[in-house]
């Protein structure tokens, strides 16, 4: 029975490999979109400060991008790295990498409690001015920072989970903790049923609480059913041999990611220098964003160990129909993302009692952002092919292009033109980047394609 559910990345037909690991992947991102959007939402109804504490959020997000990219990167490698071990039939190695990525958990760990300790308020005020949102957005970075254990260990092992084929799993615990946070959000924000009235400290605690009760079950299912893996203390010692094949892989997933978190910080100092509604507006405009994206890269989280394994296995065929529903899958998310944000911009503001012109920047940001979907799917799934065809290079580029190259110079350029009177412009920028990054990305693959997809027997 385990062999079977072990060999069903190299015998299950793609089409429906594809989404028998992917719709889990896909519920499991999505539901990290909600820890980002169910916070905004609720702060947002704080009496007399929503939007001040709902700019705080936002000025703090750059930082958590960060910390989820080198989760999530540093899982990305072990999944993929896992799942070719795991098709070459080397399980010394396999277990080797799931306990070196431990070891990478611990040191990640680490690092973000001192920054939470050290650095937030230098980072907050660097971008405002204000100080009750300074006082707000380091309270909640700094309780996210210190206490990020929970989200660095769940992106750990929802990736072991996934490269052996079990995301059902992985998909569980992120439910159990995105229910946790959607409870504890208003009880502690809020002091209801006797809790103190904790305001954005409650969002945060209620945030880093149900990734905590995330990590604790996907280290339970891991555990209980990942027989392949053997965990012993010894495979945790630290191996440079194996921490480079897992971030030769991985760098450039964090890299990419991390690219999203510098792009969101240097586009928060763009558009304060517009105005503070712009700020809250993109950020709640791209919090609601992440659900697409998110599936999208759920997607390419499926795409990846499926290219991988099959590749180990040198099964042509089998790469290329993982391309190819990679690719499909990925454009009918991406296209239903864009028509429910057309159809329902206005409603989705409204959830979040802005003012006039602040709703009014976010409805415009949906109506002309959302365009950019379609290509920034493609650019996401390309870069899970290419980072399971040890393209990570490639990969890199096209992060670069899309989320810096054609992002930040283009939009300073037209917020000194357009301003905030034809804000439409500044948002303009989006769509224009994910579509110049989609030529280089379609040229990459058809060098990748010849070089090493067709010379696999």
């Known amino acids: 029975m385990e062999e079977v559910s072990m060999n069903k990345m190299g015998v299950m037909p793609v089409g429906k490999l594809m989404l028998n690991i992917g719709i889990p992947m896909i519920l499991s991102m999505v539901l990290q979109a909600v820890y980002n959007i169910v916070d905004s939402a609720f702060v947002a109804n704080m009496e ?116 052996t084929g079990r995301s059902i799993f992985s998909t569980v615990a992120q439910v159990l903790g995105a229910v946790t946070n959607i409870v504890l ?68 997933a964090i890299i990419a990611q991390a690219l999203t978190s510098v792009m969101t910080y240097g586009l928060n100092i763009i558009f304060v220098s517009i105005s503070e509604n712009v700020v809250t507006a993109y950020g709640l405009f791209y919090k609601i964003q992440q659900f697409i994206l998110f599936a999208a890269f759920g997607l390419r989280d499926a795409i990846t160990p499926i290219v991988a394994f099959n590749k180990g296995m040198k099964s042509k065929k089998r790469v290329k129909e993982g391309i190819k529903y990679g690719l499909t899958y990925t454009f009918i998310i991406m296209a239903a993302g864009l028509i429910v944000i057309e159809i329902f911009a206005e409603p989705f503001s409204a959830l979040f009692g802005l003012s006039g012109e602040t709703q009014g920047f976010c409805i415009s940001a949906m109506r002309v952002i959302s365009i950019s979907f379609i290509f920034a799917g493609a650019n996401i799934a390309l870069q899970g092919v290419f980072q399971a065809l040890d393209s990570g290079i490639e990969s890199l580029v096209v992060s670069i292009c899309r989320q810096l190259i054609f992002i930040i110079p283009v939009a300073w350029f037209f917020s000194i033109v357009a301003g905030k009177d034809n804000i439409g412009l500044v948002w303009s920028t989006f769509p224009l980047g994910e579509f110049l990054t989609f030529v280089i990305a379609l040229l990459f693959m058809l060098n990748i394609k010849k070089k090493k997809i067709e010379v696999l027997n």
């Open 185 to 252: 959000d208003p009880i502690l924000i809020f002091g209801l049923i006797g809790f103190p009235e904790l305001g954005v400290k409650g969002a945060a605690y209620a945030t880093v609480i149900g990734q905590i009760v995330s990590f604790v079950a996907a280290f339970i299912f891991h555990i209980k059913y990942n027989k392949e893996i053997k965990n012993n203390i010894k495979y945790i010692k630290p191996s440079l041999k194996t921490i480079l094949e897992i971030y030769a892989i991985g760098l450039p």
């Open 48 to 163: 007399g400060v929503g939007e001040l504490a709902l700019n705080a959020l936002t000025l703090a997000f750059p930082i958590q991008l960060l910390m989820v990219a080198v989760g999530i990167g540093t899982g990305v490698g072990t999944n993929a790295l896992l799942a070719r071990r795991l098709g070459e039939g080397d399980m010394e190695r396999v277990s080797r990498t799931a306990g070196n990525a431990v070891f990478l958990g611990i040191v990640i760990t680490l690092l973000f409690v001192l920054f939470g300790i050290f650095g937030t308020r230098t980072y907050i005020a660097s971008q405002t001015s204000n100080e009750m949102i300074l006082e707000m957005g380091v309270d909640y970075l700094r309780i996210c920072s210190v206490c990020s254990i929970g989200m660095v260990f769940y992106a750990i092992f929802e990736k072991l989970l996934q490269a």
